[in-house]
């Protein structure tokens, strides 16, 4: 078992920057592939980025790319995601999550196993 905890979120203007966190506890996060996903009110949750269990292949959506960077530090078995630029459209609650280090489809959230409880982003126009 698994448990994560984001923390990091906050209020920023438009154009800031934020650093999320997640931290896990109950087994080593080096042997999964980690996701950020992000949902906001309303809407589905949807896919933000993801990083092999090695750190050595990343992934993002589109509308961060260029943005947003995830990273992991597996001897603190924390992984972040740090976001520049930041939009009134990046508005969301975010979360983190774990799946398989075989995990193919970084997008599909069905696929990932363990889930943090979210942090709420909020940036202001």
């Known amino acids: 078992q698994v448990q994560l905890v984001e923390s990091g979120g906050g209020l920023v203007q438009s154009g800031g920057s934020l650093r999320l966190s997640c931290a896990a506890s109950?087994?080593?996060?080096?042997?999964?592939?980690m996701g950020w996903f992000r949902q906001a009110p309303g809407k589905e949750r949807i896919f933000v980025a993801a990083?092999?269990?090695?750190?050595?292949?990343?992934y993002y959506t589109d509308s961060v790319k260029g943005r947003f960077t995830v990273s992991r530090d597996n001897a603190k078995n924390t992984v972040y995601l740090q976001m520049n630029s930041l939009k009134p459209e990046d508005t969301a609650v975010y979360f983190c999550?774990?799946?398989?280090?075989?995990?193919?489809?970084?997008?599909?959230?069905?696929?990932?196993?363990?889930w943090g409880q979210g942090t709420q982003v909020t940036v202001a126009s």
């Open positions: 999550t774990a799946g398989s280090p075989r995990l193919a489809n970084y997008a599909d959230s069905a696929l990932y196993v363990y």
């Open positions: 109950g087994r080593t996060l080096s042997s999964y592939n």
């Open positions: 990083i092999t269990w090695s750190g050595e292949n990343t």
